[in-house]
């Protein structure tokens, strides 16, 4: 049953709910039997609290009272709680110049450091992230200085801006791990009213932008040499949230690096995502076309077939070759190249976000397969296609790369 507020202004879906009695009832009559529906929303806040109340049922969410957890501050405390290894650094900061005495600090803890990262306590796909390098000589004052320099995940970011925020909901900081070879991978869970924690999918995180933390897409699984690993981390920390009385859906987002090829690799958490993540929407499609489930035992998914599934998925595949591109034209893309999901090989490529298609020039793709090298050959020739099929009537983007690169 779908319904609508009809308010395009740029403020919470909820608030609008919220303000409009009429359709809060027409919720609540579409809601056939209310002890069996829950409330489930990408993001718990204190207005989602409100609606479930209005509406009488259970919110399938964090509980706003325990949102200091999802916080950078709060999820290295979880982290300590948990027993997982987590980078040096400080929580708890208020101030620009909490944050230089911190950078100080981990600099006389960790002589050998070279880069520290600044983090805003409430920010999302690392774009409340912020690199900092030392300066030849670390001293109160020259470490103030060096912050001209601070270096952000987003590129209109300026510091007086940056602490502004960083004032108003505080931060950490903590070391930057500089290794030769480093990946980001993830591990998403569920905890239950009940208390129990179960394990939903790992991904090898895909991230860009200025400074290479910005959440672009993922890849699923988790590679093997330490997707069980992830999974054990995760599922203790799930075990701490639940008993601080977290419900639903999380992601915690690690760091796997290793200075040697044949270095076993370390695996450090970073984050905690109390909230439905990226990675959560392509993992369900997966689910709902194939009809299988993961198997907790190897942290692989298989299909009713009993196929190994893998996929590739970004939701920040952009072009100027795409702007004005409607939906059908897509969709017609997709029918004359065959590129369309296939219930017979349980492959096939699935598009999302094609409402900023023909305005943007940008869109989200979910490339599914049967191996890893499947799905890199696939998503590679649906970018192939797409760059065929837009070539015309665009000259002036023949030429220039695509927008987000490392998305590809």
Known sequence: TMLCAYDSSPRPLTQKILERPRLIERIRRAIQNPSCAFLTVFNSTPLERQLAVLLGIPLNGLDPQLKYLGTKSGNRKVFREA????????????????????????????????????????????????????PPVVERDTVQGALADLEFAVSSESRDHYFGKFAEMGGIVEEFIDAKEKISPSAQFRTSPFGDV???????????????????????????????????????????????????????????????????????????????????????????????????????????????????????????????????????IVTDNGLHYSHRTESGVLFHLIGALSEFGKLGVTVIANSRDEVDALYAQTLEILDAETVYGHPEASASPRASSPAR
Not at 89 to 105: F, H, I, W
Request: hydrophobic fraction near 40%; glycine fraction near 10%; proline fraction near 4%.
């Open 83 to 134: 027993g997982i290894e987590l980078p040096a650094g400080r929580e708890d900061l208020q101030s620009e110049s909490d944050v230089v005495d911190a950078l100080v600090d981990l600099k006389a803890e960790r002589p050998d450091m070279r880069r520290a990262v600044v983090k805003l306590n409430e920010s999302f796909s690392g774009e409340g992230n912020a690199v900092f390098r030392y």
């Open 198 to 332: 179960a394990l939903v999918s790992t991904h090898d995180q895909i991230l860009g932008g200025p400074s290479g933390q910005v959440y672009l897409g993922c890849s699923f699984p988790a590679q093997d040499d330490y997707r069980l690993r992830l999974q054990d981390a995760g599922r203790r920390i799930g075990e701490v949230l639940a008993q601080h009385g977290v419900v639903s859906r999380f992601g915690v987002d690690f760091l796997a690096w290793r200075d040697n090829h044949d270095d076993p690799w370390r695996v450090t958490a970073l984050e905690i995502n109390l909230r439905v993540v990226g990675t959560t929407h392509p993992f369900l499609a997966l689910r709902f076309l194939t009809g299988g489930d993961l198997d907790a035992a190897t942290g692989l998914f298989l299909s009713l077939s009993g196929r190994s599934k893998h996929y590739r998925a970004t939701d920040n595949l952009r072009s100027e070759r795409y702007r004005g591109l409607l939906p059908e034209d897509l969709i017609d």
